[in-house]
């Protein structure tokens, strides 16, 4: 008869491994905790997670291009999701633009704006150069790095070509070929070898005002002459000759008994025809202005006002 084999003992090992089983199998069970991963403009999480992500989920930050970290680095670079579906610790930029290389003032020249990452330089040139180039130069990402998006214009000396040649005329120093910046020509007529001499019509002087452009338009040398100004019951009073040319100004009144109708003055203008048109002289007195009457009025009343005072004082007036 054999004997019965006896149970062996429950150990104390044993106990604690089926308690820790069961306490993992009463765990619940890993849950999406947090929706989305936090997004900044200056840095991203590092492998571009997709979320939603697991509570315990670590989000770590690197620079985005175009950006650098800010030295010396105090700030955390990772965050955690919570259970509660926020991220802990809140992070803050840990990064900054990067900068171009300052491309310094042209010549003649000078450059305003910023050397950061996405701005813009904007070049100006002083006054008597022209910028040739691209005015603006913008900060842009080149692979990891920042660069330039164009070269750096110059400022070249505005410089004019010599200005029209006019018929029976001339300018000064028409021998040269170019001209600079606010430099001045001046025109004038050659004579007629006629009994009426050119008139020079227009502006008599030209200035280099931009690059191969000059300030108006050149002047003309022509014969102007205006027929003689007669007016019907009237006389001229100023102006007066036998012939009358370009710009010629002549001043009219009326005979007694004649009022002046239109414009006293006129000028002889660049068609041969006087501006305004010449006045007329209509029968009847003319109208006194009414800055004239009051004073005609004060004179009568101060003469009146002397007469009466010295009759007084020779005692013909009682």
């Known amino acids: 008869m054999t004997a019965s084999r006896r149970p062996r003992p429950f150990s104390s090992r044993s106990f604690v491994q089926i308690l820790?089983?069961?306490?993992?199998?009463?765990?619940?069970?890993?849950?999406d905790a947090c929706d989305e991963i936090p997004?900044?403009?200056?840095?991203?999480?590092?492998?571009?997670?997709?979320?939603?992500?697991?509570?315990?989920?670590?989000?770590?930050?690197?620079?985005?291009?175009?950006?650098?970290?800010?030295?010396?680095?105090?700030?955390?670079?990772?965050?955690?999701?919570?259970?509660?579906?926020?991220?802990?610790?809140?992070?803050?930029?840990?990064?900054?633009?990067?900068?171009?290389?300052?491309p310094g003032d042209p010549l003649n020249g000078r450059v305003?704006?910023?050397?950061?990452?996405?701005?813009?330089?904007?070049?100006?040139c002083n006054e008597g150069y022209d910028l040739?180039?691209?005015?603006?130069?913008?900060?842009?990402?080149?692979?990891?790095?920042v660069t330039w998006s164009g070269d750096p214009?110059?400022?070249?000396?505005?410089?004019?070509?010599?200005?029209?040649?006019?018929?029976?005329g001339e300018f000064t120093n028409s021998h040269k070929d170019t001209f600079e910046y606010s430099e001045v020509v001046?025109?004038?007529?050659?004579?007629?070898?006629?009994s009426d001499p050119y008139s020079l019509v227009g502006n008599s002087t030209l200035r280099c005002s931009g690059?191969?452009?000059?300030?108006?338009?050149?002047?003309?040398?022509?014969?102007?002459?205006?027929?003689?100004?007669?007016v019907t019951n009237g006389k001229l009073v100023s102006g007066f000759g036998t012939k009358f040319y370009y710009k010629h100004e002549v001043q009219f009144e009326c005979n007694e008994g004649y009022s002046l109708k239109g414009s006293p003055k006129i000028v002889c203008e660049a068609n041969a025809t006087w501006v305004p048109e010449k006045p007329r002289c209509d029968k009847g007195h003319p109208t006194p202005t009414p800055d004239e009457t009051p004073s005609?009025?004060?004179?009568?009343?101060?003469?009146?006002?002397?007469?009466?005072?010295?009759?007084?004082?020779?005692g013909l007036v009682s």
């Not at 997004?39 to 991203?44: G, H, I, L, N």
């Not at 001046?186 to 006629?194: A, E, I, Q």
């Not at 009025?297 to 010295?310: K, S």
Request: glycine letters at 8%.
């Open 132 to 145: 040739v180039g691209n005015s603006v130069l913008r900060c842009e990402l080149s692979g990891n790095e």
């Open 211 to 230: 690059r191969d452009e000059w300030s108006s338009d050149p002047p003309e040398c022509k014969v102007v002459r205006c027929e003689f100004p007669s």
């Open 112 to 124: 305003e704006g910023s050397t950061r990452f996405g701005s813009q330089m904007n070049y100006f």
């Open 39 to 102: 997004r900044y403009v200056s840095m991203k999480p590092k492998g571009n997670p997709e979320a939603p992500v697991s509570a315990g989920f670590t989000a770590e930050y690197e620079c985005r291009p175009g950006y650098r970290l800010i030295v010396p680095l105090v700030r955390p670079t990772s965050t955690v999701c919570q259970a509660d579906g926020t991220w802990a610790p809140p992070l803050q930029d840990i990064c900054t633009r990067k900068s171009c290389p300052h």
């Open 20 to 31: 820790l089983v069961t306490l993992v199998l009463r765990l619940p069970a890993p849950t």
């Open 153 to 168: 214009p110059q400022c070249n000396k505005i410089l004019c070509k010599p200005p029209p040649q006019i018929q029976n």
């Open 186 to 194: 001046t025109y004038k007529c050659k004579p007629s070898g006629g």
């Open 296 to 314: 005609k009025t004060l004179g009568g009343g101060v003469i009146a006002m002397i007469v009466i005072a010295v009759c007084c004082f020779m």
